[in-house]
């Protein structure tokens, strides 16, 4: 008998499984914290040349109010009325305080340092490091790199979770994201920051990626879809805890500590988190996924009926039909041709997720509030889009909704180009919704879609696709100056050609998750249908 056969009869979502649904959720929280703290980490600041004219002891020195007058003194005014930040007039200091400095129109790099308007952050990566006139894209590099610590992190990490354990996995990303934490924000350069930061996004995105896998192996087939929602939900909480984290703390370094430390308070909960039984079958420990299957009966309450070993090695017993090989691999994705349409498909679909999500968040018109509540206002909306995608998968299923949300996102974006103003900004934010909808159903779908032994695996495809896709988003968007309307022109292709490459992929609703190839090649082909503990009609292939 199948796992997902003993998890209707102990029960798909019961206080154990919850309790490690929330335990999960918590870790999810470290990904969008630090995948978009970098929006207040180098936040930008009004600057201008650091200039020394007065002597110290002078009264406005005491009384503070030299730098304003040294502003006005050494400063240029641009033609809109505003003070030059990279260059300055060669003033020499005056001797005594009630001299005045000469006056000349010849003016010169800022040589001695930068004043930054500090009203806002009291500290940045912008400031510490004097990113400024002519080093103002070292920020934009350093995020080019952090994505690509993700799509390190994707492989390395889905390679351990699959080998040794989702529970190594999970500890691996939460204490790797802790250790780099603290070594970004004890960066003495630029160049230390940069690399810290790529070993943080490899660890810090994947608490997500082992907490999903390990939460879609602990629940049934009618629960999967829910809590695979919902802590896509968490993700989206984390994006709108981060600016009120960031209100109250405006200098970067202690920012970036309040943000990763609770990982070290994250591990003891993996004191309580078990191994995913699926993943111990797959390796055929079965006393071991026995145990956890007792252990979770016993907390939800239920008795079982049969000794959990014997029946998960009569199941694994059940010979093979020729010509599918058992073994899991990668390659075998690419010889069985109707899984190497299957990952073609998914992978374009991760692309075009990431891909024309930055792009809307690039050309969408600016909320005209401060940054902080335009965060808030992101999450929110990402939220609306996750919740709305649980309603819409348990209806339609998983193949239409994520076609159908595909094509919305598609004609959102032709919609932006014919439209001004508030309207613009509306279908925006139903873009931005839609894809974000996307991105939980695709988290859902693919692991819906692949056997346990390479699950975590092809999740981390997926988001190195993923990842890889939006840092090429710039370099389109720097497509406007050829032709302003070719980017979200490109966007909205893209949605189109997702969708379609997306309705010839089997509808997984309600089927129980592939434990070996054989099931995943098989997924729409044969049908069981089960009952689970609540009366839910539930199938397994």
């Known amino acids: 008998m199948a796992y997902d056969d003993i998890l209707v009869e102990i029960g798909e979502f019961g206080r154990f499984q919850k309790l490690i649904f929330v335990l ?22 009004d600057h201008w040349c650091h200039v020394e004219i007065w002597p110290p002891n002078c009264t406005c020195a005491e009384e503070g109010y030299c730098d304003g007058w040294t502003k006005n003194v050494t400063i240029p005014v641009n033609g809109e009325g505003e003070f030059e930040q990279c260059t300055r007039y060669p003033i020499d200091p005056v001797e005594e305080c009630g001299d005045m400095p000469d006056q000349t129109n010849v003016t010169i790099p800022c040589d001695n340092g ?22 103002e894209r070292w920020p934009d590099v350093a995020q080019t790199v952090y994505f690509s610590g993700i799509i390190a992190g994707s492989l390395i990490f889905g390679s351990i979770s699959d080998k040794f354990g989702r529970r190594m996995g ?40 082992t907490s999903f896998v390990l939460v879609s192996e602990l629940v049934g087939p009618s629960k999967r879809v829910m809590t695979g929602m919902l802590i896509e939900n968490f993700f989206a909480f984390g994006i709108i805890l981060l600016p009120i984290i960031a209100y109250f703390i405006r200098y970067w370094r202690i920012l970036q500590l309040v943000i ?11 004191l309580i988190i078990p191994e ?35 029946r998960l090695s009569a199941h694994e017993s059940e010979a093979a039909e020729p010509g599918i090989k058992e073994d899991c691999s990668l390659l075998q994705l690419l010889k069985i041709p109707s899984m190497r349409f299957r990952t073609m498909s998914l992978i374009f679909n991760w692309c075009v997720q990431s891909f024309v999500y930055y792009g809307l968040m690039f050309t969408t018109p600016g909320l005209g509030v401060n940054i902080y509540v335009a965060l808030i206002i992101s999450g929110a909306v990402e939220v609306i889009g996750y919740t709305f ?57 693919t692991a819906e879609l692949y056997p346990t032994p390479i699950r975590a695996m092809t999740i981390g495809i997926g988001s190195f696709a993923s990842r890889a896709a939006a840092m090429f988003c710039p370099v389109v968007i720097m497509l406007a ?17 997702a969708a379609a490459l997306t309705l010839p992929l089997p509808e997984t609703k309600g089927l129980a998750l592939p434990e070996t190839m054989k099931d995943a090649v098989e997924l729409g082909k044969r049908h069981t249908r089960l009952h689970s503990s609540d009366g839910d009609e539930t199938v397994r292939a």
């Open 170 to 209: 999970m500890f691996s990303t939460i204490l790797g994201t802790a250790i780099a934490g603290i070594l970004v924000a004890l960066s003495q350069s630029m160049t230390m920051y940069i690399i810290t930061r790529f070993f943080l996004a490899a660890a810090a995105h994947n608490t997500f990626l």
């Open 389 to 445: 995608s649980i309603y819409l998968i348990e209806k339609l299923g998983r193949r239409l909704s994520l076609a159908g949300l595909l094509v919305t996102v598609g004609f959102s974006c032709l919609i932006i180009l014919v439209t001004p103003g508030v309207t613009k900004f509306v279908f925006g934010m139903i873009g931005k919704a839609a894809i974000s909808g996307t991105f939980g159903i695709v988290f859902v779908y």
């Open 260 to 270: 990763t430390l609770p990982g070290f308070g994250l591990i003891l909960f993996l």
């Open 24 to 45: 999960a959720s918590f870790c999810v929280i470290l990904a969008p914290l630090n995948v978009v703290s970098q929006i207040f980490i180098a936040g930008a600041s």
């Open 481 to 497: 100056e050829v032709w302003p309307p070719l980017p979200t022109t490109l966007f909205a292709l893209s949605g189109f050609v």
């Open 114 to 135: 930068w004043v930054y308007d500090r009203s806002q952050y009291k500290s940045t990566i912008i400031t510490d490091f004097d990113l400024v006139c002519g080093r």
């Open 276 to 310: 995913s039984p699926r993943w111990l079958i797959s390796k055929g420990r079965w006393k071991e996924a026995a145990q956890v299957i007792r252990k979770t009966a016993r907390l939800n309450g239920v008795e079982l009926k049969e000794e959990p070993t014997l």
